[in-house]
């Protein structure tokens, strides 16, 4: 653990009066990570991690505006940070007008501004990590061998500035992740998740759910590329939502760069471009996956301002009732698209009127079709349609009658997140899901519902397990 006389709050305070530019916002992002890592049916490493990060933003008043400079870095001692004021006032006395700028955010204190960082611990696993030895005992014993990570991360967020801002946030991330093989290792099966505590996380039932996709897979069909009846669990459908969302900045759209753009200028916004009662949405106060309430921004880009520090957020419907309703917003990109200010958000949900039942109750509705497990290695292909590609992982299981008789083979995907909003014929309830593409080190806060889609385009046969 670091150990310094100094306080979050102190650091901040200390870049503030430091810099010698005519506004400064300073960051402190105090971090600690659990960790367990298994392989083999066997805990390999475990650990916990403590950082911290300053993040120091001066702004110059010039002729003809505003010029930010920005520096951000490991700090844990006074000159440690009197070293990032110093090259962030330097780079912003040496830089020229920022388009985005504004009058930086005024306000006044967190009530809980004066507290100490709340750490994550190693204890975070004394629940889940005595049955995950049972789990090893009894996959073992059936013919199984586990292989899997689980992480929990505490950062507490300190952001002050010039102009008497002063905010705090506690951000709990955990996610966790196992993978199982027969003893052959010919047929692999896949189950993950993300959680705020780990009190929700059964190792047995992990186990469970995978002996149970493994199970399945003693059959295996050899399957054609072409286009199928394919049912899309939580997990999949958070893998392609977080791109419909990362792709939605109200900059790009108004330049004509994306699939939100309008044929002939400005964005789609107004427009339907999903079925009626779909609904994308983020919001900081959303039970379980609560984010900072807050704009935090090292640096200034389409979608994020370091102008814009300290904003508020709140509940922001991306697509209401199939419309597009916001983009991502900066202050900035608000005046040039006319559109309202809405900042991105470290969340997202999707929902569908009328929705209900689980994945249980979309299998049993098919005749004939796919089962995903989740994807991977997604690119996009064309920004104007938002046209991905991807491949699938850890299991495709083939429905007949309402029921999963076998595994396929996995298959390279060509499919756009936002058609496939307009073409989903079912949907289940919302749940918490987890993206194994992007959850495990970028965007682990989802609610997706699982989607069955007529014709999901399977454009060619990968040989990958």
């Not at 049972?134 to 929990?152: I, K, N, P, Q, T």
């Not at 569908?352 to 290695?377: F, K, N």
Request: hydrophobic content about 40%; some cysteine.
């Amino acid at each position: 653990m670091i150990t310094n006389t100094w306080t979050p709050q102190s650091l901040v305070e200390h870049a503030l009066a430091t810099s010698t530019a005519d506004d400064c916002v300073a960051i402190v992002n105090d971090s600690t990570s659990a960790n367990l890592r298994w392989a083999n049916n066997t805990l390999t490493t475990n650990g916990v991690i403590h950082g911290l990060s300053v993040t120091v933003v001066s702004f110059i008043r010039t002729g003809d505006g505003v010029a930010s400079g920005s520096m951000s870095g490991s700090a844990t001692t006074q000159a440690q940070v009197t070293a990032l004021v110093d090259a962030a006032d330097a780079a912003a006395r040496a830089g020229t007008a920022a388009e985005d700028a504004q009058d930086l955010t005024v306000g006044g204190s967190s009530a809980d501004w004066d507290d100490a960082p709340s750490p994550t611990d190693i204890h975070v696993f004394d629940t889940f990590a005595p049955a995950l030895g049972e789990a090893f005992g009894r996959a073992g014993s059936e013919g199984r061998v586990l292989y899997g990570f689980v992480s929990h991360d505490h950062t507490t967020t300190y952001l002050g500035t010039s102009t008497g801002l002063r905010l705090r946030h506690v951000q709990p991330t955990g996610h966790y992740g196992c993978t199982g093989k027969d003893t052959s290792l010919t047929r692999s099966a896949w189950v993950g998740g993300a959680t705020r505590d780990f009190s929700d996380v059964d190792a047995l039932v992990m186990d469970q759910t995978v002996a149970q996709r493994l199970g399945w897979a003693e059959r295996h069909i050899d399957l054609e590329a072409g286009r199928y009846d394919t049912i899309l669990p939580p997990s999949a459908v958070a893998d392609l939502m977080v791109d419909a969302y990362w792709y939605a900045g109200a900059r790009t759209a108004h330049e004509g760069q994306s699939v939100y753009s309008k044929r002939g200028g400005g964005t789609r916004a107004g427009e339907r471009i999903a079925r009626e009662g779909v609904t994308l949405f983020s919001d900081p106060a959303h039970p379980g996956l609560e984010c900072a309430p807050f704009v935090t921004a090292g640096t200034s880009d389409n979608e994020q301002s370091v102008f814009d520090n300290g904003l508020p957020l709140g509940r922001t419907d991306w697509i209401a009732d199939g419309f597009l309703s916001s983009l991502i917003q900066t202050r900035h990109s608000a005046g040039l698209t006319g559109l309202p200010v809405t900042p991105y958000v470290d969340n997202l949900g999707l929902t569908v009127d009328g929705a209900s039942g689980g994945l249980d109750d979309l299998v049993a509705g098919t005749e004939r079709g796919l089962l995903l497990t989740c994807m991977w290695y997604i690119r996009v292909v064309d920004p104007q349609s938002l046209l991905l590609t991807g491949l699938t992982r850890d299991g495709v299981y083939l429905v007949e009658n309402g029921e999963i008789t076998g595994a396929v083979n996995n298959f390279r995907w060509n499919e756009s997140p936002v058609d496939l909003l307009n073409r989903f014929t079912h949907a289940s309830e919302t749940v918490p899901s987890f993206s194994r593409e992007w959850g495990d080190d970028f965007f682990s806060r989802t609610a997706t519902p699982a989607l069955r889609v007529p014709d999901f385009n399977m454009s060619s046969v990968s040989q990958a397990l």
